[in-house]
């Protein structure tokens, strides 16, 4: 089957590149799913942001790449769980940080400033949706450029640890890795016995990225509202992601449950493939902002926030 065609199976199609035509066809149908559903909450995941040069977690089958996550108990017990992990972070976060909006997220940025959006659902971790000028966005799994204290709960910029690390570790900074999802990087230290921890300005105690890890649950007032959000939407689509990891997966079945229509904009498997009423076989930045255009919203740009420019949150 081609690229860009509609699916109701979990079988995904080698991607290629949309043509006009196609994404022309398959952008009125997503085009038409919104006109009737003005209310629609939109979920987005990781293969929003691939074409802004964040790596994704899964291939197109839904199955994890590399190693596995480090677990958050895991990194609350283990000194050496967190020197491993800010020594990657140290060397992946600056490719993430540098990472700029892509025409998807400017594309819903756009749609929901004309109003034919609902709320904006996000697992992404990496602030594009607020640098593209999205405003209605509820971040599920926290925001890795923001960093907690676990002692004293102070929080801070993450811009601020980076500058802690590569002072205290000049011997690593520069070193060359492959870039991995949220910040990480392919990089096995030979030791870490010499590595200096990030510490906190305020207390010295202990650093942590303001992020869910795997194992951890999503905060409970969080959660609360990404459910609200969801019984007042009248419709779910969702943006780039394989749903595997249940907090996603989750408002699927609840848009099921209550007999609201559910459209996804994907390249691959997905576990809610089943329970979808429309399947968009096309990558985001391609075909959302044919979406916005029919919809009439490129007319109208986004709010900018305040922080675009700079490239903070």
Not at 112 to 117: F, I, P, Q, T, V
Not at 154 to 174: E, F, T, Y
Not at 202 to 224: E, Q, S
Not at 299 to 310: L, R, V
């Amino acid at each position: 089957m081609a690229e860009g065609s509609t699916r109701q199976d979990g079988n995904a199609a080698p991607a290629a590149q949309l043509s006009d035509e196609s994404a022309e066809r398959l952008a009125a149908q997503l085009a038409e799913f919104l006109v009737r559903h003005p209310k629609t909450l939109v979920l987005t995941g990781a293969g929003l942001s691939t074409a802004s040069g964040i790596p994704d977690y899964r291939d197109r089958d839904g199955v994890r790449r590399g190693r596995p996550p480090i677990q958050g108990p895991e990194f609350r017990r283990s000194e050496l769980v967190r020197r491993r992990y800010w020594a990657r972070s140290m060397i992946g976060w600056p490719v993430l940080a540098r990472a700029a909006p892509n025409a998807g997220h400017e594309a819903l940025a756009a749609l929901e400033g004309a109003g034919r959006l609902g709320s904006l659902l996000t697992q992404n971790v990496d602030g594009l949706h607020q640098r593209a000028g999205s405003r209605a966005v509820l971040e599920l799994h926290g925001n890795i450029h923001s960093v907690l204290c676990i002692d004293c709960g102070a929080r801070m910029p993450r811009a601020l640890v980076q500058q802690q690390l590569v002072d205290a570790n000049p011997g690593l900074s520069g070193a060359m890795a492959t870039p991995l999802p949220d910040g990480d990087a392919q990089l096995e230290p030979d030791a870490l016995d010499d590595f200096r921890l990030p510490w906190c300005p305020h207390c010295n105690g202990t650093l942590m990225p303001d992020v869910v890890f795997f194992g951890d649950n999503v905060p409970p007032p969080r959660t609360a509202c990404a459910l609200a959000q969801m019984d007042a939407a009248d419709a779910l689509l969702v943006v780039g992601s394989s749903l595997m990891v249940y907090s996603g997966f989750r408002f699927c079945r609840l848009a099921a449950e209550g007999a609201k229509p559910i459209a996804a904009v994907n390249l691959g498997r997905t576990r809610a493939d089943h329970l979808f009423k429309l399947k968009l076989e096309a990558s985001a930045e391609a075909l959302l902002p044919h979406v916005a255009r029919l919809l009439g919203a490129d007319n109208a740009p986004p709010p900018i926030s305040e922080n675009k420019e700079k490239g903070e949150l």
